[in-house]
Structures are given as C-alpha cells and as structure tokens.
C-alpha cells in the first residue's frame, strides 16, 4: 500500500514539565494532576479499551453520529481545507470524515508520543492522497499549525466530548484559542456529551470490568516510572460520580490508608479517605454549549444529536471580532 506524505513534529513535554505539573498539583489542597497526564503509550491503550466497555456510549454514540452526517458535514464545510485535530490520540473519528472533505493535509496533535505516530502513520497509509503533519504537543499550551503544512482555510475537529476536562471559563478560553486557530470563517466540529440520568453517567465512569479503574491508576505508574515517585498502587482505589450541582463527573483517587508520597525529594502525607482529583467531564446542554461557543467567538452552523440524546456534535464557525 502507497502511503501518504507524513511529517513527524515532535514538542513532546519533558520529564521537567511533567514533574513541575504534578508538583503543584500535590502541594496544592484539594489535590489534583491534570487528566491531559493519562495519555502515556498505556493510558492511551487503555483508555482506547474504555470505548469499547459496554456502559461507555460516548464513543459508539459519536461514531454514529459522524457515520449519520458526514455527507452533510462535508457539504457544509466544503474541500481542500487544513483539518486539525487537537487530541488525536488514535485519529479513528477522523477517518469517517476524510475521504468527504478531501483535506489539503491533516494535522493530528496529541501529546501521546508513540500512540501519535502509529496512529499518524496508518492514516497515511490507508489515505495514500492524505498529506499528514503530525504534531506531538501539549495542545492546552501549545496549540500550533506546523510551518511546513500547507495553507488553506482550516477546520479543526475536536471530537470525544473533550471539551468537558476543562471547567466552563477553561473551555471558553479553549475554543477562542480554536477561534484563533482556525481564523474568521474557519470552522469547529465537537463532540459534546449531553447532560442525562445520573445512572446512566455513573456507568460510564465505572465499567464493570474495571477498565476505567485501571486507567485512573495508570496516573500514578506512570509518574513513578517516569519521575521516580513511590506510589503504592494497591493503596489507591478508584473513584467516579457525576455532581449533580456542578454537572461533572468526577473522576478522584482514594487514598485507601494514611500513607506518604516521595517525590523529587519532597514529601506527601495523605490520610486515609484523601482524594487525589484526576478529571472533570462537563456535559452540557446544546444551548450551554453554544453560549460557552459564543463566547468564545463562534456561531452555530447546525448541531446532530443520537435519538436518544446522548450526545451531540455541534458545527461552529468563527467570526471576525474580539471577545
């Protein structure tokens, strides 16, 4: 098979942004690590094996969606533009999306280094015509279009209900980045999770097989083998619930005993009970969402929902002025 042009752009965060990061999450009371720090070569995996649990919709619900509406979506938003995608991890949404829209090239950014390139490189494999830039980056901090792509005008495609890790300010500052990285009339395809019945919410979180407790743990293996932290896994449990008040689940690690932490030569003393905060997940509204979008310098161009609506995929289109 002929593969496509591919460039690899690695601003992968070092081991010192990494530490800096969770450092100030455990000084901090509550503490919390952001969630952007699940997503090594085995979060990454395990997180891929969360969409395929029986009570995770999202994911299946999504596909349907995009599988409904690509013809329509590509109508809208027309050929021969620069897709972006921010948080690619696996790029598996975009592939239903590609051969309507006929990008000039396609821009993955994850901060998943390996699970990135792999995915980066099957891409170009299976669209021979597909130019792919593939950019490893923290895209929270660092949300960059590669020198090298080419021009046209852009469309970014945010899909997974990601938007829900950042609290409601955060994602208004999200997506007017997006805004300015798509340009005046550029366009945002995003997934939404819709708010629904508590049940059904709390399931997601805690598959039966524990595959969503694994990846939570994961988290803390991973700072041990990569900053020489001495968790104890086994001292930790995982926990998940939708706040009603806030409309988030909430995804914490449970401190199971008193114990201490070492890291970078510091110490961390928890008590038994303590949480360590690792998510948020918002679900909104189609209307809180297109509020948060105006905000942030869009407008709606149409929105798709399941028919039992769960979930929702909103199209926006930026326009001319500061927020």
């Not at 690899?8 to 009371?29: I, N, Q, S, W, Y």
């Not at 049940?199 to 900053?227: C, K």
């Not at 008590?271 to 948020?280: I, M, P, V, Y």
Request: aromatic fraction near 10%; hydrophobic fraction near 45%.
């Amino acid at each position: 098979m002929t593969r496509g042009t591919i460039e690899f752009h690695d601003l992968h965060p070092t081991p010192a942004d990494l530490a800096a990061e969770v450092l100030a999450g455990l000084r901090r009371r509550p503490r919390s690590i952001p969630p952007k720090f699940f997503y090594d070569a085995e979060g990454s995996r395990l997180f891929d094996a969360i969409t395929q649990t029986p009570e995770y919709y999202p994911t299946r619900t999504e596909l349907a969606i995009l599988h409904a509406q690509a013809a329509e979506i590509a109508a809208r938003v027309g050929t021969g533009s620069l897709l972006v995608e921010p948080g690619g991890g696996s790029c598996s949404k975009v592939r239903i999306l590609l051969q309507g829209l006929r990008p000039c090239a396609y821009v993955p950014m994850d901060i998943a280094r390996e699970h990135l390139w792999v995915a980066a490189e099957q891409v170009a494999a299976e669209f021979p015509w597909l130019e792919v830039h593939a950019a490893c980056t923290d895209f929270t901090r660092l949300m960059e279009v590669p020198t090298t792509a080419p021009e046209g005008p852009r469309v970014a495609f945010f899909p997974g209900s990601s938007i829900g890790n950042f609290d409601p300010p955060g994602a208004v500052d999200f997506l007017a980045a997006v805004a300015g990285l798509v340009g005046p009339g550029g366009f945002l395809l995003i997934g939404v999770d819709l708010k629904k019945d508590r049940a059904r919410l709390n399931a997601a979180y805690n598959d039966a097989a524990g595959v969503t407790a694994a990846f939570n743990r994961n988290l803390l293996a991973r700072i041990n083998r990569e900053l020489g932290a001495d968790f104890d896994l086994a001292a930790w449990r995982h926990l998940a619930f939708y706040n009603e008040d806030l409309g988030r689940i909430e995804m914490h690690l449970v401190s199971e005993r008193a114990q201490t932490v070492r890291l970078d030569g510091e110490t961390f003393d928890f008590t038994a009970g303590e949480t360590l905060h690792t998510e948020n997940s918002y679900k909104y509204t189609v209307e809180e969402l297109q509020q948060l979008a105006a905000e942030a310098g869009f407008q709606p161009e149409a929105v798709w929902t399941d028919s039992e609506g769960l979930f929702s995929v909103h199209l926006l289109r930026a326009i001319e002025g500061d927020r």
